[in-house]
Each structure stands twice: as structure tokens, then as C-alpha cells.
């Protein structure tokens, strides 16, 4: 198993650019979650997903956007990137949510100039 | 709503023991984890406590009390390589969020 695998592992924008941060796991886990961290912060929740097709957000999800078409993938898409949104992405998915551990992608690092 | 705290810094001595705490504040109780991070690192999972009580798990340990919102992370014979971020997090919204302190940066001196 791969786990949690995020694209791209670097990334700088332009104000004003797009992007999407790719996230997929073969876990076969119904929960995925995206977030943010900033430098010496924890992370904050972007948006979350609970199955295919089902999408909610979190406590910081202006500025972003996601589907979840299939059960493995969970992208994030960035419109209009603007310099508030240099950060870590990471994205994790659980089996359950609440008392599963959630496992974590090793993270994009994006910055936005 | 929720609201998770933890001390921002500590430092400890190498073979030494450190104890991490975590207060938390959530509508509605569905167990709490930790996590550890390593810088440039994405988390790991640590430790999951949904009973009261000290769970045990080789040099680290857990300690819950729901009547009382509070967490611990216990770290014995402490190593060089326990230098990290420690992340105290409980599911919210029904259980269907993981909503994560700011963590603990912890560094090991000798």
C-alpha cells in the first residue's frame, strides 16, 4: 500500500494563478481531510469529506474548493492563489473519523509570490 | 464549538521524563488523539484515548479525564529523536472533523 499520496511535493504560484493539489489513497478510507499548517502553527482543516460525493468545510475553506468523485481521490483546488495562501497543505484520510487514525501525505509545500 | 490548548515550547533533558498536557473544550466527546511531527515532516499517529485512564504504549503514554477536559502525553527515557511537534486532536461536528491544537514543540537537549 501507498498510503496517502500528495502532488505536488513543491509548488510557487503567481497572484492571481490556479492549481490544483492532487490527493489520492488506497486505504479504501471514507473520510479525507485537507489542511493547512502554517510555519510553528498546527493545522487547520480546509475542507473534509466523509464519502464519495459528500463534501463539507472546515474552519478555513474560503479561497478553495473540492470534490470527491471517487472514494480515492480528494483534490484541492486553488483559485485566484493570493500571497495568505503560502502554507503546507496536507491532506489525510481516516476509515471512519471519529476513533480511526487518520494517515497523513507527506505534504505540498506551496508559495505564492 | 472547540477549543483545544497546549503549552507552545518545552524543553527536557535527554533520559529525562516530559509530560505534554492538553485542555480541550468540544461539543460532545468522541475520543482524543496524538500525534507527533517531525519538522519538514507530515504527523504520525501516536495515541488514541477514548476511556479515562493512562494508556501505555513502550516509552510513551496517554492519560485521559473527560470529567476534567484534559489530556496528557507522557514521553520516558527521553532520546534525541523525541525532539518534535506533539499535536493533541479530537474529532468534532459529530465525529466527522479532526480539529487539531497548535502543538507542542518539544526539544531534547542533552
Known amino acids: 500500500n501507498a498510503g496517502v499520496t500528495q502532488t505536488p511535493k513543491f509548488r510557487i504560484l503567481k497572484i492571481g494563478q490556479s492549481m490544483t493539489l492532487q490527493c489520492t489513497q488506497d486505504?479504501?478510507?471514507?473520510?479525507m481531510y485537507w489542511y493547512r499548517q502554517d510555519p510553528g502553527m498546527g493545522l487547520k482543516l480546509i475542507y473534509y469529506?466523509?464519502?464519495?460525493?459528500?463534501?463539507d468545510k472546515g474552519e478555513v475553506p474560503n479561497g478553495y474548493n473540492v470534490s470527491r468523485s471517487t472514494t480515492e481521490d480528494f483534490p484541492l483546488r486553488l483559485e485566484l492563489a493570493a500571497p495568505s495562501q503560502t502554507s503546507v497543505y496536507f491532506c489525510?484520510?481516516?476509515?471512519?473519523?471519529?476513533?480511526?487514525?487518520?494517515?497523513f501525505g507527506q505534504g505540498t509545500r506551496l508559495t505564492v509570490v | 464549538g472547540q477549543n483545544i490548548d497546549q503549552p507552545t515550547e518545552m524543553t527536557a533533558t535527554e533520559g529525562a521524563i516530559v509530560q505534554i498536557n492538553c485542555t480541550y473544550q468540544?461539543?460532545?466527546?468522541?475520543?482524543l488523539f496524538w500525534y507527533q511531527q517531525h519538522a519538514g515532516e507530515a504527523p504520525t499517529f501516536l495515541s488514541y484515548?477514548?476511556?479515562?485512564g493512562l494508556e501505555e504504549k513502550g516509552r510513551f503514554s496517554s492519560f485521559l479525564s473527560r470529567s476534567k477536559g484534559y489530556s496528557y502525553l507522557l514521553l520516558k527515557e527521553l532520546q534525541m529523536k523525541d525532539s518534535a511537534s506533539y499535536l493533541c486532536a479530537a474529532p468534532t461536528g459529530g465525529g466527522n472533523k479532526l480539529t487539531f491544537g497548535t502543538g507542542t514543540q518539544l526539544k531534547v537537549e542533552l
Open positions: 484515548n477514548v476511556l479515562d
Open positions: 486505504m479504501n478510507h471514507n473520510y
Open positions: 468540544t461539543s460532545g466527546f468522541n475520543g
Open positions: 489525510a484520510s481516516s476509515l471512519k473519523g471519529q476513533n480511526t487514525e487518520a494517515f
Open positions: 469529506s466523509v464519502g464519495a460525493g459528500i463534501t
